[in-house]
């Protein structure tokens, strides 16, 4: 083989990799468990570089082997779907059987990594992947109680790192888990939404009533402002030590009415494009508010 055709097929097999990881999201997810982390550690001097890589290595190693077994489990309805139709198992560029080995490296790696952090964390990291591969990819096509399945392992990456930290789970990171487990809703919802029929295609109904009706835009604003309740939990002075000063909670109050203003634009006009600007203002909301969080408890 020839160095440049090397050089191709290397790059196939990255991309390929990126892929069925999805390493766009698996990156969003790494952050949020690094978010939690460093709100779980008491000051900066507590700070484990190598506790932090292996957390950053074990939880995109978590989210890429449940892209992964999704993708084998899927793989004809991707196929289906435009979106989704040129993945790696679903356009033949990877065998199934490839894909799951990738899958099972990647879930040794990942438990093993979180295991040695502390054993909770490899338990939560291990909960995730079975609910999101065992339960909530076979219900997709089942019933829309699918996004409310798929809200637990998605919420469990801002708790993770809390976790990872303080190697204990009391109140604040269940607070941190309600936090991230009612923004998936008004996340999801939009993209259910936009991707409509693209989803029926395949058989898939995302949104809570299966359909883009009155029903469903009033859901999403109703836990768009549950996502705002919870957010501002740590201001009240019940959440243990996850507590953010008043200003904190007013610049998370204002993000909360960011996306709540979008959540009606969607209610008002019920478009494509109007579930698209919801969804790209969820990923900003759940980002910039983990950054005021860190921010808060490090500049007070």
């Not at 076979?138 to 190697?167: E, N, R």
């Not at 991707?195 to 809570?208: E, N, Q, T, V």
């Not at 919870?230 to 960011?258: D, E, M, N």
Request: charged content about 10%; some cysteine; aromatic content about 14%.
């Amino acid at each position: 083989m020839s160095a440049t055709a090397s050089i191709l097929s290397f790059k196939q097999i990255a991309f390929d990799f990126k892929e069925i990881t999805k390493a766009g999201l698996a990156v969003s997810v790494v952050f949020s468990s690094i978010a939690g982390y460093l709100l779980g550690v008491e000051d900066f001097q507590d700070l484990k570089m190598i506790t932090l890589l292996m957390l950053a290595v074990g939880g995109y190693c978590m989210v890429g082997a449940s892209n992964a077994f999704n993708q084998v489990i899927e793989k004809d309805l991707d196929a289906l779907m435009d979106r989704t139709k040129n993945r790696p198992v679903a356009s033949g560029r990877m065998s199934p059987n490839h894909a799951l080995f990738v899958a099972s490296l990647l879930t040794i790696i990942g438990l093993i990594l979180l295991y040695l952090i502390n054993p909770k964390s490899a338990m939560f990291g291990a909960i995730s992947i079975f609910l999101y591969t065992s339960i909530y990819t076979p219900l997709k096509t089942v019933t829309p109680l699918s996004v409310f399945v798929g809200a637990f392992p998605g919420a469990i990456p801002f708790m993770l790192g809390w976790v990872a930290a303080t190697d204990h789970f009391g109140i604040e990171a269940g607070t941190l888990f309600l936090i991230q487990f009612f923004w998936q809703f008004p996340h999801f919802w939009a993209i259910g939404w936009f991707l409509y029929d693209d989803y029926k295609k395949a058989g898939f109904f995302m949104l809570p009533t299966g359909k883009k009706d009155t029903s469903t835009a009033l859901q999403t604003i109703l836990y768009s402002v549950w996502l705002l309740v919870a957010s501002l939990l740590p201001s009240i002075g019940y959440t243990g030590r996850l507590f953010i000063s008043p200003v904190a909670a007013g610049i998370v109050f204002l993000l909360g009415i960011w996306m709540i203003f979008y959540a009606v634009k969607l209610y008002q006009l019920r478009t494509a494009k109007a579930a698209r600007t919801l969804m790209l203002v969820s990923v900003s909301y759940i980002t910039l508010l983990q950054i005021v969080y860190i921010t808060d408890k490090f500049l007070r």
